[in-house]
């Protein structure tokens, strides 16, 4: 049902802007035939659909929900209207399943947020059994965003900020683009390294930001602030990566543990991150990353993982998914 309404409404939106667009031109015509053409070729394929191909339709269907969904990791320190607002969001989201909130405050969280998210969550979520958790960590470490969690319910993870919100419809695309590359790393917000050509005898590298990534088109990570990943990237951040690492993020930098997730997930599949594209809303003011020094504390840390790994494991790629039901002509 649901592929239908789709095809039906891209069909619509084809043949509307088709007129629109090309009134008094003389390719109207072919472009009007190509839209009878489309019209009669998606009739005939509901007729089809409808004449025994049940079968079919209906795998293609548990093929497009699968029947795990996604546990939604959010890190938020102090910021409990920013939390709010982004769980009562998520919680609409149709492949969600579980939300873990990661809870670094010295004080627990308090019943009043705790019942005003159940109820939100039970309000938006459509019936659906959603779990809620706070994961609650005695010291303020940036390495709590990735400690292990027992028992969690889904495989996928999708790990972001209490700031940024995004539509459910990029959310479930990364999720599908993820169960293509369970290995990998997927996600809306990616970045560079550069080598640093000025130092000669060694190989030094910069942290590309932002605007190097929209120039050169190209990056090698893609930030936990918004990206799906495998639940045992969790273990191996806490239990197999060198603990040297999780100690400079934690002391030294106090930042860095997106970069260090990165590193670990490039080392583990000799394969570059995926880029999604997705509408990205800041519902904060805007953080760390604006503040002076930051990109050359992130070159720093860049450097110091790359002197204990021994090599540089980050793999640069220029590849971006995209939703092709919202690309044209192809
Ligand atoms: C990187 O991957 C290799 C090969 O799997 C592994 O032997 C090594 O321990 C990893 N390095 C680090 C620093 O985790």
Redesign the pocket.
Same mark, same amino acid.
């Given at each position: 049902m649901r592929r239908n309404y789709i095809s039906r409404r891209i069909l619509q939106r084809f043949c509307s802007q088709v007129v629109i667009s090309s009134i008094g031109s003389i390719k109207i015509k072919l472009l009007l035939c190509c839209c009878i053409a489309f019209t009669v070729v998606f009739i005939a394929g509901r007729a089809v659909t409808s004449m025994g191909w049940r079968h079919r339709h209906e795998s293609l269907r548990h093929f497009s929900t699968p029947r795990n969904g996604y546990t939604i990791l959010i890190n938020t320190w102090k910021r409990n209207d920013l939390l709010k607002q982004s769980i009562s969001h998520y919680a609409s989201c149709v492949g969600l399943d579980s939300i873990h909130i990661v809870w670094s405050e010295p004080d627990p969280p308090s019943e009043s947020l705790y019942d005003f998210l159940w109820d939100t969550i039970k309000s938006n979520s459509d019936g659906k059994d959603i779990e809620l958790r706070f994961d609650i960590n005695k010291e303020d470490s940036l390495n709590n965003r990735f400690k292990e969690i027992k028992d969690l319910k889904t495989v996928a993870i999708f790990s972001v900020d209490d700031d940024i919100i995004f539509p459910c419809t990029s959310v479930e695309f990364a999720f599908n683009a993820w169960q293509s590359a369970p290995d990998t790393m997927v996600g809306f917000v990616p970045r560079s390294h550069w080598v640093d050509k000025s130092k000669k005898n060694i190989d030094y590298y910069t942290y590309g930001g932002w605007w190097s990534v929209w120039w050169m088109g190209t990056y090698s990570m893609v930030l936990s602030k918004a990206a799906f990943f495998h639940k045992n990237y969790l273990f191996s951040y806490t239990n197999?990566? *060198?603990a040297s690492i999780r100690e400079y993020v934690a002391k030294n930098s106090r930042n860095c543990e997106d970069i260090a997730m990165s590193f670990?997930v490039a080392?583990?599949t000799g394969a570059p991150p995926i880029w999604v594209k997705g509408k990205i809303s800041e519902i904060g003011s805007t953080g760390i990353s604006s503040l002076g020094g930051h990109k050359r504390q992130r070159t720093q840390c860049i450097n110091k993982f790359v002197g204990?790994?021994g090599n540089m *494991?980050l793999v640069s790629t220029s590849l971006k998914a995209v939703d092709s039901r919202n690309s044209w002509f192809w």
């Open positions: 197999q990566m *060198p670990l080392n583990t204990e790994y *494991p």
